[in-house]
């Protein structure tokens, strides 16, 4: 069976709500979604879900035990990311909760085939290109993160280009944001031979600040190395004609927003990923405050979508972020300054 996952908890309840509307319109509602619980925060989530047949929660603390312990493993590998977590007083790893996404990939996970999207993604145009790949490769992604490989591995670490050419990374990276696999990938024994790689001295190349999207991008490109053509990893930015490949991500700010379709010169985006936006933007928007940000207004097509008289009647001048990533990111696109 195929399905969608996602990773949510009640603080990103309003942007969950917009990326389940948006799967029913563009997947349709008999598309399975299963919701990864990001902690125990979930009152919202099972409210929001419940009318909802199509979509269950994964909430067992055994099926996330695994990956936890893994990624525990990962870390403690690592020359340096423990201490400096430890100096800015994380007891724990680095947004661990974030790497339950990789449950997906259990034997025991509901969906024999699937799409990852995170929680602050809308899905806007049929899933059904990643599937289609899914048939001939084992990992399928859609994006650009290629043109910046900082942000997966330690490009200043000396042993990078040792387990990975420039081409691999060129073709193979991703971000860990959407896409799609099969259920039964990454086995306890590749794990344990991907750990032994990482302690001969391969862990330095782990990017500790982002700690999911690296660990996921080292499983599957080192996988990939190894297996040969029993694992291949396939971007459809890099195969798609140039006519059809669209951008996906907010720090875009050409795209044309028209009820509810987002356009690339002309050409509607498969998905749309809000990164590195506050989530709060997202509820104080909901609650009618005025605050600015790149396609808002396709975000709140989709999450009162079912809900029109809920919608808020936004007032006054529009509200500009406060100081942090989010301001610096549309600092960057020039939209405050």
């Known amino acids: 069976m195929d399905g969608i996952y996602t990773l949510a908890n009640d603080v990103v309840c309003n942007q969950l709500v917009a990326l389940l509307n948006s ?36 909430d067992d603390p055994a099926l996330f035990a695994p990956w936890e312990a893994f990624s525990r493993q990962v ?78 591995f330690n490009v200043t670490a000396s042993k990078l280009p040792e387990v990975f050419r420039p081409d ?52 599957a490109m080192r996988l990939a190395q190894r297996e040969g053509e029993s694992f291949s990893i396939h971007n459809l930015a890099l195969h798609l004609s140039p006519e059809q490949i669209t951008g996906n991500s907010v720090t875009s700010s050409h795209f044309v927003e028209r009820d ?6 002309g050409n509607p985006l498969t998905y749309l990923h809000y990164i590195g936006l506050p989530a709060d933007w997202f509820n104080q928007l909901c609650s009618g405050k005025n605050v600015d940000f790149p396609y808002r207004e396709t975000f709140l097509h989709y999450r009162f979508l079912h809900e029109p008289e809920k919608r808020p009647r936004l007032w006054g001048r529009k509200v500009l972020p406060q100081a942090g990533v989010g301001r610096r990111m549309l600092k960057k696109l020039r939209l405050v300054f």
């Open 23 to 58: 799967i029913e319109v563009h997947a349709g509602r008999e598309m399975p979604v299963a919701v990864i619980a990001y902690d125990d925060r979930l009152a919202n989530v099972r409210a929001a879900i419940a009318p909802r047949p199509q979509v269950r929660l994964l």
């Open 75 to 152: 870390w403690q590998l690592h020359p340096t990311a423990i201490a400096t977590w430890r100096k800015k007083g994380i007891a724990d790893v680095y947004r661990l909760p974030s790497n339950r996404r990789y449950a997906a990939f259990d034997a025991r996970a509901p969906f024999e085939r699937f799409l990852y999207l995170d929680a602050d993604t809308l899905l806007l145009n049929s899933p059904q290109p990643f599937f289609a790949a899914l048939d001939r490769n084992s990992l399928v992604t859609y994006d650009f993160q290629h043109k910046d490989p900082s942000h997966i």
């Open 168 to 219: 691999e990374i060129h073709r193979a990276i991703f971000c860990a944001g959407c896409y799609a696999g099969h259920r039964g990938a990454f086995s306890a024994e590749q794990r344990d031979w991907l750990l032994k790689q990482l302690a001969a001295g391969e862990s330095e190349i782990l990017y500790p600040n982002a700690p999911n999207q690296s660990v996921l991008n080292y499983m």
């Open 260 to 265: 509810g379709w987002v356009y690339d010169r």
